[in-house]
T-cell receptor, first 109, second 112 residues
Framework: LAKTTQPISMDSYEGQEVNITCSHN???????ITWYQQFPSQGPRFIIQ???TKVTNEVASLFIPADRKSSTLSLPRVSLSDTAVYYC??????????FGKGTMLLVSP | EAQVTQNPRYLITVTGKKLTVTCSQN?????MSWYRQDPGLGLRQIYY???????DKGDVPEGYKVSRKEKRNFPLILESPSPNQTSLYFC???????????FGPGTRLLVL
């Protein structure tokens, strides 16, 4: 079961790009990497998912190196509303899912 | 509207009094799961179900039971709640495979 490690917290300012890195040294061949965002007292919601190289959608990019032992979530030009906890998750699709403690991102004016 | 619903949203109970938190999804998802969230510990999976009549333990199953008699429902049962089960509980569902999970609004439980 792949465990993930993320920074506990990060600070940024509005308009900056934020990169959150997650390490998952024991990732298996069939595992995907998924990132979720959670606001206080709400359930997590999906941001982005990838297997290798780079994935981009309307809110974020996900960079995964060739060895897949880490991944980086990139949030371009963050705003105050991006203040949240971000979870990296390694998902085999068919078993238990371990979220870890997440990264608390604080965006200031 | 596609959603995961949980009831109740808030519950205060006493030690030892059996309770059930319901979870229902209308997206025909095969996979459903329960998580608890505690300060500083992130989300921890309690139980999950790959499909009807198929359930398995997550990371923290002690003190909980689940059942999956129908595809849409996945109730969480606390036979004898204890104060250490005071927490925020989330139900989630997804299609099998590497699909994204959809989370319910959460149930805040206080066990006195």
């Amino acid at each position: 079961l792949a465990k993930t490690t993320q920074p506990i917290s990060m600070d940024s300012y509005e308009g900056q790009e934020v990169n959150i890195t997650c390490s998952h040294n024991n990732i298996a061949t069939n595992d995907y990497i998924t990132w979720y965002q959670q606001f206080p007292s709400q359930g997590p919601r999906f941001i982005i998912q990838g297997y290798k190289t780079k994935v981009t959608n309307e809110v974020a990019s996900l960079f995964i190196p060739a060895d897949r032992k880490s991944s980086t979530l990139s949030l371009p030009r963050v705003s105050l509303s991006d203040t949240a906890v971000y979870y990296c998750l390694v998902d085999s699709g068919y078993s238990t899912l371990t979220f870890g403690k997440g990264t608390m991102l604080l965006v200031s004016p | 509207e596609a959603q995961v619903t949980q009831n109740p949203r808030y519950l205060i109970t006493v030690t030892g009094k059996k309770l059930t938190v319901t979870c229902s999804q209308n997206m025909n998802h095969e996979y459903m799961s329960w998580y608890r969230q505690d300060p500083g510990l992130g989300l921890r999976q309690i139980y999950y179900s790959m499909n009807v009549e198929v359930t398995d333990k997550g990371d923290v199953p002690e003190g909980y039971k689940v059942s999956r008699k129908e595809k849409r429902n996945f109730p969480l049962i606390l036979e004898s709640p204890s104060p250490n089960q005071t927490s925020l509980y989330f139900c989630a569902s997804k299609f099998s495979g590497k699909e994204t999970q959809y989370f319910g609004p959460g149930t805040r439980l206080l066990v006195l």
